[in-house]
């Protein structure tokens, strides 16, 4: 009998293994790639590699010829069917973006120079007056698997021209909103969408202290995107005394002929275990980031700002595996708004700050997190 048991745990486990798809990310060199993301390409669900590069997931309700996508920054993607990583043998290799490398060597001070010189040209790039945006936010976390928060907002926003006077302040107004959370829940993670925004100045993400947190490195000048060539830059904060373990690399992608800032792509990770706020002891953070402008009419304006946060560790004691996601994606736009043309309110915060919640448990379908 109890080898018939045995026997029966060793099926279950097998068949169990089956519907399970497992395998592994590095990059060209060898290294694991943790934290890349993994999603189905039609649900959008999914989620990232550990430390070591593993990803794992369920795919017992998937189509074998269902697509899953694996993205880096600074990597170029992978697109693998469910039935080509059921057959997995080898580690899936993610090869660095092809910048098109030529024998040329720039010193970390000319890269600085040149970034230095792209933000010096902000204010010819921007356009000299306000700018409409209708705007898709999507704001979530998960703790431990669960649902933690959800935020839905479909807004305009008037971004401010660098030319007014009143140049810090955004001013927003809400069509539909959908505003959730965990009830009781002690850890909240919540980006309010003008918070998120306010960051997508280049000036403000470069600023003189951070500049000086950072090493630069020239990558390449034959970046093309829509037909014009990019010089990109790589920068990597340098670890500071007051938080020792926390690092970060990105790149800066810079228009050749404007100096205009087209992309800027951020990844930020610590090394060792770290106390954040007394109640949080994070094994691992790592944070990616990406802020994209589009060209329009000759000037940049926003296109998307998306980050995605992972973390792992003890939070009130115990411990807690947490994901949380913000995006906001510009899908129309007006240019060129004068002042007694903006729509003097900002109900985006005032609904963040004052609406009392629904039961998270009340959102019954999935949302689209991308």
Same mark, same amino acid.
């Given at each position: 009998m109890k080898h018939l048991a045995f026997l029966c745990f060793i099926i279950l486990c097998l068949t169990a293994r089956a519907q399970t798809v497992i395998g592994t990310v590095l990059d060209q060199e060898g290294h694991s790639l943790s934290f890349t993301t993994f999603s189905n390409v039609r649900t959008q669900i999914g989620g990232y590699t550990s430390e070591s590069g593993l990803f794992s997931f369920d795919a017992k309700d998937a189509a074998d010829t269902t697509l899953i996508t694996?993205?880096?920054?600074?990597?170029?993607?992978?697109?693998?069917?469910?039935?080509?990583l059921k057959d997995l043998k080898e580690p899936i290799i993610m090869k660095a973006k092809n910048y098109g490398l030529q024998e040329v060597v720039v010193q970390p001070t000319d890269a600085k120079g040149m970034l230095r010189d792209a933000l010096s040209h902000i204010a010819d790039n921007y356009p000299a007056e306000f700018t409409k945006n209708h705007i898709i936010f999507k704001d979530y976390s998960v703790v431990s698997g669960e649902k933690n928060h959800y935020n839905y907002f479909d807004f305009d926003m008037y971004l401010p021209?660098?030319?007014?006077?009143?140049?810090?302040?955004?001013?927003?107004?809400? #069509?539909?909103?959908? @505003? =959730?959370?965990?009830?009781?829940?002690?850890f909240h993670v919540q980006i309010p969408p003008t918070v998120l925004l306010?960051?997508?100045y280049p000036e403000k993400l470069f600023s003189g202290e951070r500049m000086k947190e950072n090493d630069f490195s020239f990558v390449s000048s034959t970046a093309v995107l829509?037909?014009?060539?990019?010089d990109v830059i790589n920068f990597r904060r340098i670890p500071q005394k007051k938080d020792k373990s926390v690092r970060g690399n990105g790149y800066v992608y810079i228009n050749k002929k404007d100096k205009g800032i087209r992309y800027i792509?951020?990844?930020?990770?610590?090394e060792k275990p770290e106390r954040y706020m007394l109640v949080a002891k994070m094994d691992t953070l790592n944070v990616n980031a990406k802020i994209a402008f589009a060209k329009v009419d000759g000037k940049y304006v926003l296109d998307y700002i998306q980050q995605s946060t992972y973390a792992s560790g003890?939070?009130?004691?115990? #411990?807690?595996?947490? @994901? =949380?996601?913000?995006?906001?994606k510009v899908v129309d736009r007006t240019m060129h708004l004068k002042m007694n043309e903006i729509v003097m309110?900002?109900?985006?915060?005032?609904?963040?700050?004052?609406?009392k919640p629904r039961d998270i448990k009340e959102l019954v379908n999935a949302p689209d997190m991308k």
């Open positions: 694996f993205s880096h920054i600074g990597y170029e993607e992978v697109h693998q069917t469910i039935a080509q021209s660098y030319l007014a006077k009143d140049s810090p302040r955004i001013y927003t107004v809400d #069509h539909k909103h959908e @505003v =959730y959370e965990q009830k009781g829940a002690m306010k960051i997508m829509d037909g014009e060539e990019y792509e951020l990844h930020v990770y610590n003890k939070l009130f004691g115990s #411990h807690q595996n947490l @994901v =949380y996601s913000t995006t906001a309110r900002s109900e985006v915060d005032d609904i963040v700050l004052n609406e």
